[in-house]
């Protein structure tokens, strides 16, 4: 219960986050917005400030913005479909910008809090006879000060095999442990151990912070868009996909190994999204701003029943992904 009260709480902050982008250029470019809502499914609340409905729903699953015109041809002058089209690709591609600040955000401060630490120790390895167990946070080397995991693999890397005096933090307790790294098969000097992070105000540091969120957030943004070119290509199978179902249990795990992974996979999950819904197919606020680039380019609109078309199918195509991915969750769970 706890995993999926968490879940949501995920998934409503990434998708509530991504709409209130919308929802604020929007007004901020004079387009009339009906409702902006927290929620789906039937209301619980609701408030109307300047012709504007806030709404409270039942179903905690993100929520939606109501923009007049936006799928639907409008009198209104202050309609979407009305609007320039400068503004309109604004809007379409504000939800996309947000879930990019959150993730960096994010990101920003769990680099700007991290410590290197030791997520795993290798059975029968220098680390583990040494006495280095999971969780000690390592502090330094050699007397060299650990800001990241390079620092770590960079002094391990260049010891040639002489013994490494460790500073580490366990249990709130600083101690120095003394291991003698060994050669693996490729020739590279390893004590086996698993680098992970952990929360610690002992190198608080906001180039830390700059240089590690720019890092990551290059690392999350490719890989889904590599692993989107490998789908299509066929050099990945829908199994390495996970749905719904599969992320609630990757966010469940997430939060059990601590803050600093649970707010990684969080910002992740952000810009997954934003990288996800800038992808050029119909129905996605990608393939709205290619068709709105179109018309700035030819000066021809596209009419709004062949994009209402167009979106519908993109937008069945991509729920059959979804329920396909979905139930492989169910069946691997099971």
């Keep these: 219960m706890v995993t ?20 604020l ?3 901020k470019s ?9 929620g789906m499914g039937p209301k619980l609340f609701q408030k109307k400030k300047n012709n504007i409905k806030y709404s409270l729903r039942a179903l905690p699953l993100g ?42 955000v994010i990101l920003f401060f769990v680099n700007m809090f991290a410590q290197p630490n ?41 010891s040639n095999g002489e013994e490494l005096n460790i500073l580490i933090k366990s249990n709130n307790k600083e101690k120095e442990i003394r291991v003698t790294p060994s050669k693996d098969e490729s020739g590279q000097y390893l004590i086996g151990i698993q680098i992970g992070r952990a929360f610690s105000t002992d190198n608080v540091s906001i180039l830390q912070g700059i240089t590690g969120a720019v890092k990551d957030f290059k690392i999350y943004s490719t890989a889904i868009v590599d692993a989107l070119y490998k789908l299509i290509t066929g050099k990945l199978s829908l199994d390495n996909l996970a749905g719904p179902v599969g992320t609630v249990v990757l966010i469940g795990d997430s939060a059990k190994r601590g803050a600093m992974t649970f707010f990684n996979l969080l910002a992740m999950l952000s810009i997954n999204l934003g990288v996800f819904n800038i992808m050029p197919f119909p129905a996605l606020d990608g393939g709205r701003a290619v068709l709105i680039l179109v018309e700035m380019l030819t000066g ?22 979804m329920v396909v991915v979905a139930f492989k969750d169910i069946v691997t769970l099971f």
């Excluded at 509530?16 to 929802?23: P, R, Y």
């Excluded at 041809?73 to 600040?101: C, H, Q, T, W, Y």
């Excluded at 280095?132 to 330094?140: F, S, Y």
């Design 4 to 23: 999926i009260i968490i879940a949501i709480a995920v998934f409503l902050i990434v998708i509530f986050w991504h709409e209130l982008g919308h929802f």
């Design 30 to 38: 004079g387009i009339k917005v009906n409702e902006f809502s927290v």
């Design 25 to 27: 250029v929007a007004v």
């Design 118 to 158: 030791i997520a795993l120790i290798v059975e029968n390895s220098p680390a583990e006879k040494a006495g280095l167990k999971a969780n000690d946070i390592i502090l330094e080397i050699n007397e060299k000060n650990v800001k990241n995991s390079d620092d770590i693999t960079k002094y391990i890397s260049e």
């Design 63 to 104: 929520g939606y913005v109501a923009i007049e015109g936006e799928d639907e041809d409008s009198e209104d002058p202050k309609a979407f479909n009305n609007a320039k089209a400068s503004k309109r690709l604004a809007v379409i591609v504000a939800g996309v910008i947000m879930n990019f600040i959150l993730g960096f």
């Design 300 to 321: 021809k609109k596209l009419p709004a029943e062949k994009e209402g078309l167009l979106n519908f199918v993109g937008l069945i195509l991509l729920l059959t992904l």
